[in-house]
């Protein structure tokens, strides 16, 4: 009841938050700017999804090999395109963590594979959090907000020392009692010692491995802020490189936060208020969410296809065994 409840509050929000942008925003404007992109560049940032998908599967194997989990990349890549094809469908983060949790542990045990699924997301939001730090600080130089440069100076130094805590035992230890006293149903209690047990086992990585995840992540989260400054070129949105990195990663977090559905209506309102401090139309803010959205939609589709093929393999083999056992 709870969760229909929440579900209903987040499909509420999206809707108030759409009807006020389409109430205030024509739709013309909007389709007329989609008419006009650059179909090229916008050809050329979906098909920079390719090695982003890759890198990011390269980089989780780094993980499930510290657990023991052996699986191939391509298997890895797979699972990563399944859970956004569910993510599609299933409301919340927490069900596409479900779901790669579940395909996960078919290779390992459950608490490994939860481990994976936490740390990696815990590595995607602390990866946010560095690129919006880093490529906003040349606007912020430029315009001398030296106290605010301090600030977010202090907001990185906080996330590289988080990152080592989580592979210091101590503090693990420290952060699981604490944890314990929250009054959580038991069948919960009965997990967290698990996952906390599996986690210490990141410890075996190496300052080699860290750098490399650390580089993998970076990496393939700057293809990512290449293909959304593509978009907003084949919209003709005058905007920097720098300017884009920072806007997305700001809007990644948002996305991330339990207030909506699927991002749905905040992702467009925060676009259209900080696209608009650079006198970017709205029209155009919003027509660049819907491209954004539409990557994002594509993206997830493959790995639908991905799915029912392995559906349809699983189906033929079963029926071949069948056929030999008669």
């Not at 739709?27 to 890198?55: G, H, R």
């Not at 993980?63 to 469908?89: D, E, V």
């Not at 010692?193 to 990496?219: A, R, Y």
């Not at 006198?279 to 296809?305: E, K, N, Q, R």
Request: hydrophobic content about 55%.
């Amino acid at each position: 009841m709870k969760k229909n409840i929440k579900l209903f509050l987040k499909l509420a929000i999206s809707g108030t938050i759409l009807s006020f942008l389409f109430y205030k925003i024509p739709i013309y404007e909007i389709v007329k700017s989609l008419e006009n992109a650059d179909i090229f560049l916008i050809i050329l940032s979906i098909l920079i999804c390719i090695p982003i998908v890759y890198l990011s599967a390269f980089e989780t194997g780094y993980l499930t090999r510290a657990m023991g989990i052996i699986i191939s990349t391509f298997q890895i890549l797979k699972i990563q395109m399944a859970t956004r094809f569910y993510g599609l469908f299933l409301p919340g983060t927490l069900s596409g963590g479900a779901i790669k949790w579940y395909k996960l542990s078919k290779y390992g045990s459950k608490s490994d594979a939860a481990a994976v699924v936490v740390f990696n997301r815990f590595l995607e939001i602390l990866m946010l959090f560095y690129t919006g730090i880093i490529f906003s600080l040349p606007a912020l130089i430029k315009a001398k907000q030296n106290q605010l440069i301090l600030i977010w100076l202090f907001i990185f130094l906080i996330i590289i020392v988080s990152y080592f805590l989580l592979l210091n035992s101590r503090f693990l230890t420290f952060f699981e009692r604490k944890i314990l006293f929250i009054p959580f149903p038991e069948l919960i209690k009965n997990i967290i010692p698990k996952l906390f047990k599996s986690i210490q086992k990141f410890q075996k990585l190496t300052l080699k491995d860290n750098f490399q995840i650390f580089g993998l992540l970076f990496f393939y989260h700057f293809l990512g802020i290449i293909a959304a400054y593509l978009l907003a070129l084949s919209l003709g949105i005058n905007i920097t490189f720098f300017d884009i990195a920072w806007i997305g990663s700001v809007i990644g977090i948002l996305a991330i936060l339990p207030i909506s559905f699927a991002g749905l209506g905040v992702r467009e309102g925060s676009l259209v208020f900080l696209l608009g401090n650079y006198g970017i139309p709205a029209g155009d803010a919003m027509a660049y969410s819907f491209l954004l959205f539409f990557y994002t939609v594509l993206v997830s589709l493959s790995g639908g296809f991905i799915e029912l093929s392995d559906f349809i393999k699983g189906k033929k083999v079963k029926t071949n065994f069948e056929t030999e056992q008669q």
